[in-house]
């Protein structure tokens, strides 16, 4: 039988900012591993070190020491070409929507520059419905947002904007980072499950980075709670939630 391999992985990964004394160790010796159509969560308070765990995930910060794995492979994204060959297939919903998208552009602008990165460029009719249908899995209409920039729309909307951009670039894996923190309750639910049915439909895999245990519990498969930087407890979600081992 063949070993399942990991799309995501990490191993003795380690971030340390600062120097001496002064010397903060943000990630200590990270050994994480990702699969196909898994959705994970890391769990963890405020400067616990999940964010930074996150941007490196993401190769937008460096490791001080140890690697990361993508597809079975070292992570380089040390040029552009190999970042935005990674950037293909992993993406981020970070929590605040608003800086996730330039505001001097139309929303339809946005998401017609993130088709043509993620598809290249084709018919006018072809790029028009593209758009149209991730708007509609997020319940969301061409009309509603044409014209507009994003500072004119709300949280929520800008948030199922977001969703619709994952929906066009269909990314292997998808770094969710306190993605709903800033929005109701029921929209929560709604973005919430928008993920869960486009992981459905994809096989994305999908990394939560939140710090709401009963959110990663309600969506997670397995669950790693972080303190200080280090990994204090893993598995499942109903042996870490319902079944802690730690004191």
Not at 32 to 40: D, Q
């Amino acid at each position: 039988m063949n070993e399942r391999i990991p799309v995501l992985q990490t191993v003795g990964l380690n971030k340390i900012f600062g120097f001496g004394k002064n010397a903060t160790h943000a990630v200590c010796e990270s050994n994480l591993s990702f699969y196909k159509g898994e959705v994970a969560s890391i769990v963890g308070e405020s400067g616990s070190g999940k964010t930074t765990l996150a941007r490196m995930l993401l190769g937008l910060l460096k490791p001080s020491s140890g690697s990361i794995l993508y597809q079975g492979n070292a992570l380089d994204v040390s040029d552009l070409t190999q970042r935005k060959r990674y950037w293909h297939e992993v993406q981020a919903i970070f929590q605040d929507p608003f800086s996730s998208f330039n505001i001097f552009y139309k929303v339809e602008k946005l998401l017609l520059e993130c088709l043509r990165f993620a598809h290249g460029k084709m018919d006018g009719a072809t790029e028009k419905k593209m758009i149209s249908d991730a708007l509609s899995f997020v319940n969301m209409k061409l009309e509603e947002i044409s014209g507009k920039y994003p500072f004119e729309l709300s949280g929520g909307q800008m948030q199922r904007l977001m969703i619709a951009r994952i929906f066009i670039m269909q990314p292997e894996v998808l770094i969710a980072d306190e993605p709903t923190s800033m929005i109701d309750a029921c929209s929560r639910a709604t973005i919430l499950d928008m993920l869960l049915q486009l992981r459905d439909e994809t096989g994305m895999t999908i990394i939560f980075i939140t710090h709401d245990i009963g959110l990663a519990y309600y969506i997670s498969d397995s669950v790693y709670i972080m303190e200080h930087g280090k990994f204090v407890e893993c598995g499942t979600a109903d042996e870490v939630i319902l079944h802690p081992k730690a004191a």
